[in-house]
């Protein structure tokens, strides 16, 4: 029987292979043929595509108790950053496609997003709560530099004074300061922006074609030196990884004009733990025993468990210990403010053609 081909990290990639999802019928291998020709000599550039999402609607509701908003919108499906962690991989089996490979290099746009925003925001009887955008995938991937989708929907935001959070890796969320600036003086708009590491080559390797960890500092500068109401999310805190980094992280944050802070440790559902295994036998192999053993000691002895209250922030000594350095952190450097709220009652669908005009 012909012995598979091993898969090895791509450059500028995040994942190391392009497996099919869980509901695909039949799975690839590649396999040498005899020749003793270099299998990967002859392949194309991995490229990245990028399609148009017919989606019908574009808010998406939850109920978990552990999530702090109860909607959410994604202006993209699959995400070029190629964190290799990224917990939003296993969406893209639904379509068909890899969690791995496919997920960072086969995109979904939705270009009529603000348009199904702003029908769903004038509908009768909608209550506002604040809407986050980077729930799932990043609204500020490179893609968002043409598509503009993300500003898009900020501007119909704007035009309905709605509420709404970002949680992004993009430094490109300073692009849309005018937007950002005014909304937050109207207490209607607030950014975290995600720092998983300060160790520019670690950044690259694990998150690829996320901005560098400096130019996300820089993002945060500006968005606060413009009066938005900026966090810092050290999120994931990987085991024996980059999890030493906790403490330098929040202090740079800090120093960058964040306020508030949050984090969460590493979660491996579904595809992601055979990913997250393949990246580490390419990038921290001498790691990879230490890492994946914490791992277990944080979850009931699996790479994952789903159980709300505990799924963000792990179980155990590790996790109790880790929880402990980020609130001693978070209160040492004043981040642990939460007198922030939205201001709800400024909702106010704009007028449009046809509309009844009002007796008074």
Not at 13 to 36: C, F, I, K, L, Q
Not at 100 to 121: H, N, Q, S
Not at 148 to 170: C, M, N, Y
Request: hydrophobic content about 40%.
């Amino acid at each position: 029987m012909d012995e598979a081909i091993p898969d090895h990290a791509r450059k500028g990639r995040g994942a190391v292979s392009n497996a099919a999802g869980r509901y695909e019928p039949t799975a690839r291998v590649r396999v040498d043929d005899g020749w003793g020709v270099d299998p990967d000599s002859d392949l194309p550039p991995l490229r990245t595509t990028l399609q148009a999402d017919a989606s019908r609607t574009v808010i998406a509701r939850n109920d978990s108790p552990d999530i702090p908003f109860a909607q959410s919108i994604n202006p993209y499906r699959g995400c070029e950053h190629g964190c290799v962690y990224c917990y939003a991989r296993p969406s893209h089996a639904y379509l068909g496609l890899s969690p791995g490979l496919d997920f960072e290099t086969k995109l979904f746009f939705k270009p009529d997003a603000a348009k199904l925003l702003a029908a769903e925001l004038r509908k009768p009887g909608y209550k506002p709560s604040a809407i986050a955008l980077g729930s799932n995938t990043d609204p500020y991937q490179p893609a968002e530099r043409d598509a503009r989708v993300t500003r898009a929907i900020l501007e119909t935001l704007r035009d309905f004074r709605h509420p709404f959070s970002i949680v992004t890796k993009g430094a490109l969320v300073a692009r849309d300061i005018d937007i950002l600036a005014p909304m937050a003086e109207l207490r209607l708009a607030r950014v975290f922006v995600s720092v998983t590491t300060l160790d520019r080559d670690l950044a690259r390797r694990m998150e690829p074609r996320a901005s560098a960890p400096q130019r996300r500092l820089a993002a945060i500068r500006a968005l606060a030196d413009a009066g938005v109401e900026v966090g810092v999310m050290a999120a994931p805190m990987i085991p024996a990884l980059n999890d030493h980094e906790l403490e330098a992280i929040l202090e740079a944050a800090r120093a960058a004009g964040a306020r508030t802070a949050g984090y969460t440790l590493l979660r491996l559902p579904l595809e992601i733990k055979d990913l997250f295994d393949e990246w580490l036998d390419a990038h921290a192999p001498l790691r990879k025993g230490r890492v994946l053993d914490l791992i277990r000691q944080s979850r009931d002895g699996k790479l994952n468990h789903a159980e709300f209250g505990t799924r963000f922030v792990g179980t155990g000594p590790y996790a109790a210990l880790l929880n402990a350095r980020f609130l001693k952190a978070r209160k040492r450097l004043g981040l642990d403010r939460n007198d922030w709220s939205y201001d709800l009652s400024r909702f106010a669908p704009p007028p449009q053609a046809g509309d009844q005009m009002t007796l008074f």
